[in-house]
């Protein structure tokens, strides 16, 4: 049983270009999490799906950011437009339900760099 | 809303010696907490997830323990080796999201 995929794992976009960074969640599991580690910081919550629909995305930046997680395929995160600030590393994680306490299984991340 | 803290941020252990890591929470009526291995440059390993009907849980040289009613739950590494060298981070959750502390950078020195 694969667990979660990330692809790529590295990323490297010039300023204003789009970034698109994908998640595979482990079979079975229908709940995908978003999460950003900046530079020297700790990982922070930024949307929260389940297959076709936004369940929270209190954590992400108001514009040049979207989620989705259609039907059939993967999670994608996209950032338009981007800026050296949003050069961090990016984590997904899965789990098969919903509720507190319910554990998450995390991906390898993706690094993005913009330059 | 959970807050989740780790002090210190940096540790710096001799080859042999037991390594402990701290973590505080603010909520008491925390589920599970969770510890995680990050090396740099790389993905979040999970190492242990304790629930908050255990006090305890171990694997091979790695126990954690969690204590609800300080908040505070610990990370025991026994005989610490080159190899346990990383970033330690604990995680509880937080509704269905999980708050993250900032971690415990960890150096064994050989």
């Known amino acids: 049983n694969a667990g979660v995929m990330q692809n790529p794992r590295h990323l490297v976009r010039r300023r204003g270009q789009e970034a698109r960074l994908r998640c595979s969640p482990m079979k079975g599991h229908s709940h995908v999490y978003w999460y950003r580690q900046l530079p020297e910081e700790g990982l922070k919550f930024m949307v929260y799906l389940q297959k076709e629909n936004i369940i929270d995305e209190s954590g992400m930046p108001k514009e040049r950011f979207s989620a989705e997680f259609p039907k059939e395929g993967p999670s994608i995160l996209r950032i338009q437009q981007v800026v050296r600030g949003d050069s961090a590393a990016y984590f997904c994680?899965?789990?098969?339900?919903?509720?507190?306490?319910?554990?998450?299984?995390f991906g390898q991340g993706t690094r993005l760099t913009v330059v | 809303k959970q807050e989740v803290t780790q002090i210190p941020a940096a540790l710096s252990v001799p080859e042999g010696e037991n390594l402990v890591l701290n973590c505080s929470f603010t909520d008491s009526a925390i589920y599970n907490l969770q510890w995680f291995r990050q090396d740099p440059g790389k993905g979040l390993t999970s190492l242990l997830l304790?629930?908050?009907?255990?006090r305890e849980q171990t694997s091979g040289r790695l126990n954690a323990s969690l204590d609800k009613s300080s908040g505070r739950s610990t990370l025991y590494i026994a005989a610490s080796q080159p190899g346990d060298s990383a970033t330690y981070l604990c995680a509880g959750p937080n509704d269905y999201k999980l708050s993250f502390g900032a971690g415990t950078t960890v150096t064994v020195r050989a």
């Open positions: 304790i629930q908050s009907s255990q």
């Open positions: 994680a899965s789990s098969s339900q919903q509720g507190e306490g319910t554990e998450a299984f």
